[in-house]
């Protein structure tokens, strides 16, 4: 099942990105969507400045959803 990205979805790295010194289950946000799966993904620092902002592909990330406690227990 393909997942469906949209922007401004928070998303996680599902592995290294080397050349970006990025690592698997950093966290980031969809700034663009580009078409045909790729994405411009924003990294922040705990500051909100950004360390950095690659073109990745949708099976590079992972969509992180918020759910409420009371969602959770239904």
Known sequence: M???IKLLDAVALLGDVPEE?????ETGTVVEDF???YY???FSDNFGRTYALPELKANQ???LHNVSIAEALI
């Open 2 to 4: 393909e997942q469906e």
């Open 21 to 25: 010194k990025l690592h698997r289950g």
């Open 35 to 37: 078409g045909d799966g």
């Open 40 to 42: 411009l993904v924003e």
């Open 61 to 63: 990330l992972l969509v």
